[in-house]
Each structure stands twice: as C-alpha cells, then as structure tokens.
C-alpha cells in the first residue's frame, strides 16, 4: 500500500473491510472493540487470526474480533469478511426476585483478552470477557459459538442473508456482580492475577473484585464526580491508577490501608482547565510513564519509584483478594 508521513498508509489503501447496516449491526453507538481469545472450534479472525506478539503476545493463539455497544449487543466478527457479524450476543440478566424476566443491558466497557503471566495464559479463558453496563451490574460473560455446534456462525449469517432478519441473539452472562449506581464507565483485569479484576464508574467509586464472587471485595470511598478510566500498574499488583472528573487522576494502592475501605494514595490534577480525564494507560515496557487523554490532549507523566517498584508482600494482597 503507498505510505504516507511517518509510513503510515493513506486513507483506504490499508482498510480491509467495513461493517454494513443490516438488521444484527449494532443499533446504538458502539462503546468497546477488542480482540477475544478463542476457544477451541470457534471462528477465527480470518487473515490475522494469529496477533501474538508484543505485549500480547500468547503464542500465537487464535483470536477473533468483538463489538459491544449500547444496544446490549455483543457482534463477533471475521476480519475476513465485516460486512456481516458472524454471530450475535446481546447483554441480558434475569431481574431480581424470580420473576423470570429479562432485562438488556447497554454495554459501556469491555475487558477481553489482557495478558497475564500467572493464572492462565492471556489471562481469561477463551471465550471469556468482563462488561460493565450503562446501568451499573457487571457482568462475567462467556461465548459459546461454535462451527461444530447447534449455534453455529454457518447458521447465523445463513439466516440472517436469507431473511434479512437478525437471528435470536443469546445472553453470554454467566454472572452478575453488583456493580456502580450509574454507568460502569472502565473494566480492567489486573494483568498479574486474572482472578482480580476492577471497575469505575459515574458514582465516582473504585471497586475491586474476584471473579466468582457477585460482590466488590475492596470499595475505594467515592470520589467527588465520576471516573471514566482506570488502569492497573505493569509493575505494582496492587497499584489502581483511575481518571475522572475534573481532570482528577487518583492512584489506589491497596497495600496501603490492608482494609476493604481504600483511599486513593497519591492524586493530581492532569488539566488545569478541569478538562475530565478519559483514558488512562501505563506503559508496559516503562511503567514509570503514565498517559492521560481528556477531550483535547494526551499527556504523559513519571512517576517516582514509589509506584513503580513492586513492594514486598503486594502480591500477597492480591492473593488474598482473589481468595476472598
């Protein structure tokens, strides 16, 4: 493809596909996208089913693309071919009391495939991903299509050309954990133990979680305003960095207070102008740099070795956490 500045390909020459409006695309904004590790049989992601490498590197596993959105629906993709999903979720729990009903949630952030070198490799099973929703629950989700099975990627997009209707799309929830009052704005999987994951969200709280227990193990107190980011350190296990309102960026370290009520340990302010903080990001390769965007700029900030220097029984904590 011809390059443009930098080596970058120009407009169009690099594109290799793109979605079209069809009765299972997405119906609202698409809120996450990312690459899931698959399981055994499932659809790959066509030419680059292999995207190990670098800070994702897994061997080489099979990978395929996913989209989730506002409208509940979660669409996997064939990179070979994205007009089309290849099969459809969509985000729904049953309510409260036993009644038997459904409700469908709008998918606000994702977790899928982060690396993780302790507790299986590429950190969740295939299949496996964490979503938070524009209502607050968070939910542990597993796919379950199949080339082999009765729901087959086949039968999805056959149905789908031949009748121009989207096909029943099934829940992937395999359990719901109490989550934020608002939306959950950031899901992340501690990259040293895929046992422990956090979230953030409008309520301004941090929570921190085990994967099979429905309740937040380590509730950080509220902060003024909402957090829309958050990121676990490369280096510290135990180390939060969240961004939120107002150009607030906390750092929880949950060694600090070794009880279920946290603090946040260090605090700045990443814009003078109070601009929220979006996203936040370590550096796996220099955990000593910390980036932070807001609506019109990305910065970088070093932290001190205080934040970047694994202490001595942090990883206990997080241990303890996961067992909990």
Request: hydrophobic letters at 35%; one cysteine or more; glycine letters at 14%.
């Amino acid at each position: 493809a011809e390059r443009g500045k930098g080596g970058a390909p120009k407009m169009g020459d690099a594109l290799m596909g793109k979605s079209e409006v069809s009765d299972a695309s997405h119906r609202e904004p698409v809120t996450c996208v990312g690459w899931m590790r698959s399981s055994n049989g499932q659809v790959t992601a066509g030419p680059l089913e292999k995207v190990g490498g670098g800070a994702h590197d897994d061997g080489g596993d099979d990978y395929e693309l996913v989209s989730a959105g506002g409208d509940g629906r979660v669409l996997v993709w064939d990179a070979s071919d994205v007009a089309h999903p290849a099969y459809g979720y969509e985000l729904a729990s049953a309510n409260e009391g036993g009644s038997g009903a459904m409700t469908t949630w709008g998918v606000s952030s994702a977790a899928f495939s982060p690396t993780c070198a302790r507790h299986g490799v590429g950190g969740l099973e295939p299949g496996s991903f964490y979503a938070g929703s524009d209502g607050g629950p968070v939910f542990r989700c597993k796919t379950s299509h199949s080339r082999s099975r009765s729901r087959t990627t086949r039968e999805f997009r056959d149905k789908l050309r031949d009748s121009g209707v989207a096909p029943p799309m099934y829940s992937p929830v395999k359990q719901t954990h109490d989550g934020h009052k608002g939306a959950t704005h950031a899901v992340c999987v501690n990259p040293h133990d895929a046992r422990v994951f956090a979230t953030c969200g409008g309520d301004g709280a941090l929570r921190v979680y085990t994967r099979y227990a429905s309740g937040g193990v380590v509730s950080a107190t509220p902060a003024p305003g909402a957090l829309f980011a958050a990121s676990w350190s490369p280096t510290r296990p135990a180390l939060i960095a969240c961004g939120g309102v107002g150009g607030r960026v906390c750092l929880y370290d949950l060694t600090a207070t070794g009880g279920e009520d946290v603090q946040p340990t260090e605090q700045f302010r990443a814009c003078d102008a109070g601009t929220d903080v979006q996203a936040i990001a370590f550096n796996s390769a220099l955990p000593e740099y910390l980036a932070t965007a807001d609506a019109r700029f990305v910065r970088v900030w070093e932290l001190g070795a205080g934040l970047t220097t694994e202490r001595a029984g942090e990883r206990r904590v997080i241990d303890a956490i996961a067992g909990a």
